[in-house]
């Protein structure tokens, strides 16, 4: 059980992290987020806004013992946010530097998830 709690903080603590960033800076420079979401990918304006809440949310609901089925909800909405941002990107013709990362933050999600589930796995085990 220790070492699924040790890699469930380091995976979810890295993404919280990565999710965090992401939405910090799109609120510390929004001339930069509304050019790369509304001119370079096609997004309304509002959009960059609203999706930097949603991941302050879900980092909160993430990090925040307890509340299983809110998680799941914030797992859900990182895997959208990944994959989305990951397919807008190709699909406006950005070479694959420019995307190829990514590849690198969805698996960083698929180990969170994957541990998170383990954790709560171990933790009806337990209580057996």
Not at 6 to 13: A, D, S, Y
Not at 39 to 62: N, Q, R
Not at 83 to 104: K, R
Request: hydrophobic share 55%.
């Amino acid at each position: 059980m220790k070492k699924i709690n040790i890699l469930f903080w380091v995976f979810n603590g890295l993404l919280a992290a990565l999710m965090l960033f992401s939405a910090i800076s799109t609120f510390m420079n929004p001339a930069a987020t509304k050019e790369l979401m509304s001119k370079h990918l096609g997004y309304p304006e509002y959009f960059a806004s609203l999706l930097a809440v949603a991941k302050v949310l879900g980092v909160i609901a993430i990090v925040v013992p307890g509340f299983s089925r809110l998680k799941e909800w914030a797992y859900a909405g990182f895997a959208f946010d990944l994959i989305w941002a990951t397919y807008s990107s190709i699909c406006v013709g950005d070479p694959v530097s420019g995307w190829g990362f990514m590849f690198v933050f969805i698996i960083l999600f698929a180990l969170a998830y994957i541990y998170h589930l383990k954790k709560q796995n171990a933790a009806i085990g337990s209580t057996k």
